[in-house]
């Protein structure tokens, strides 16, 4: 049986990396990380094949005119993000299930292409005063980053009635739980 795509999206800073990252260290599913490319520089402690595929400006566009993506955005001015046609479709065509963390732009491009072999989850900010705040704390963008990713969030908010799911990520914990659920009862259906 084919496997089937798992979308996880959020505003930057709304704590999808980390809920994806407590899902795949639980390790009770059997789930596959994409590795999304991107022309962005790698952050302190992210490693090249592991969290992304850092690529140059020219690397990231000779990619797009091979056709190598199913979906990619410009996120954020001259910042690239895509994912990878060899990140998905032989992994789930040998029936593994594979997770994205993707843009909210990207996952609804990814919901609309794969239909019901795809569940698009969204994780909402308790507030975007919170959002600032963990934007600040997790230390790694500049003030002007912090105020591009807030302002962006606003507008992304908008996109929440075109995703299956919503999860409020205010208790860490709790929402690791309820996207597990909401992956298990996906995969466990035919
Ligand atoms: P994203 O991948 O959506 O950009 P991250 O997973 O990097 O977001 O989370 C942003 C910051 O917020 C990180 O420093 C993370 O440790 C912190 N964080 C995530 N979830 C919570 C939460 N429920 N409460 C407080 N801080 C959180
Ligand atoms: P960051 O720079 O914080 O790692 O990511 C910025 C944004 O790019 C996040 O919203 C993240 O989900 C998104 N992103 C990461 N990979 C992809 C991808 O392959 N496609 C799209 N469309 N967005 C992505």
Redesign the pocket.
């Known amino acids: 049986m084919a496997g089937k795509l798992i979308i996880i999206?959020?505003?930057?800073g709304c704590g999808?990396?980390t809920i994806i990252g407590d899902i795949m260290d639980r390790g009770e599913l059997d789930l596959q990380f994409?590795v999304?490319?991107?022309n962005?520089k790698p952050r302190p402690g992210e490693e090249d094949g592991v969290n992304?595929h850092f690529l140059s400006d020219e690397q990231f566009q000779e990619l797009i005119a091979q056709g190598a993506f199913v979906?990619?955005?410009q996120?954020?001015p001259g910042?690239y993000?895509?994912?990878l046609r060899s990140e998905i479709e032989n992994r789930v065509a040998a029936g593994h299930n594979v997770i994205?963390?993707?843009?909210?732009?990207?996952?609804v491009?990814v919901k609309e292409l794969f239909g019901d072999k795809a569940m698009a989850v969204f994780i909402e900010p308790p507030s975007i005063e919170e959002l600032r705040r963990r934007l600040i704390n997790r230390g790694n963008d500049s003030e002007d980053s912090i105020r591009q990713r807030v302002d962006r969030a606003e507008y992304e908010l908008g996109f929440i009635p075109k995703y299956d799911h919503v999860v409020t990520n205010d208790d860490l914990s709790r929402a690791v739980s309820e996207v597990e659920a909401l992956i298990r009862e996906y995969i466990g259906k035919e």
Do not use: F, H, M, Q
Request: proline share 3%; aromatic share 14%; net charge negative.
């Open positions: 999206s959020a505003p930057s999808k990396s994409s999304s490319a991107t962005r992304y979906e990619y955005e996120v954020y910042r993000y895509g994912t994205l963390d993707i843009d909210v732009c990207g996952g491009n």
